[in-house]
Each structure stands twice: as C-alpha cells, then as structure tokens.
C-alpha cells in the first residue's frame, strides 16, 4: 500500500491498487470462488454426486460424464 498527499488515495491515505472495473472483477471472481468452495464442501457432506468443469470441457465430454453417473 503506497501513501501520499491530501486527498483520498494521497495524504496518508492508501493509493488503491486496482480501478474500479479491476476491482469489480476481482470481487465477482473471488465471489464465485467462495461460492464454488461452499458448494464443493456441501456436496461432499450429503454425499452428492457432483460433475466439475472447466472451461475446456465440451459438451459431448459432459454428456458422458452425466451418462456414466447415472449408469447409462
């Protein structure tokens, strides 16, 4: 954290590292993580099945997931 003049983000006040659309992303992605991480800890502790994904996964991939998870 950087400080400096008289001004919010000067004057002893701490310079924000990030604009307000870089900020907003790393909220909303960290949002998402959290939320991701609570639903992984849930799923697990009922005893679900759950199918992860990532951005690489196509759709004939996901079907087969889904088909192998319920036995078809």
């Not at 400096?4 to 924000?16: D, E, Q, V, W, Y």
């Not at 639903?39 to 759709?59: F, K, Y």
Request: glycine share 8%; hydrophobic share 40%.
């Amino acid at each position: 954290m950087t400080l400096s003049g008289a001004a919010p983000g000067t004057a002893g006040f701490p310079a924000p590292a990030l604009q307000p659309e870089q900020r907003a992303l790393h909220n909303l992605l960290e949002r998402d993580r959290m939320f991701t991480d609570r639903l992984r800890a849930e799923t697990e502790a009922l005893g679900l099945h759950a199918i992860e994904l990532d951005t690489g996964t196509t759709e004939d991939e996901l079907a087969d997931r889904v088909a192998r998870l319920f036995g078809f």
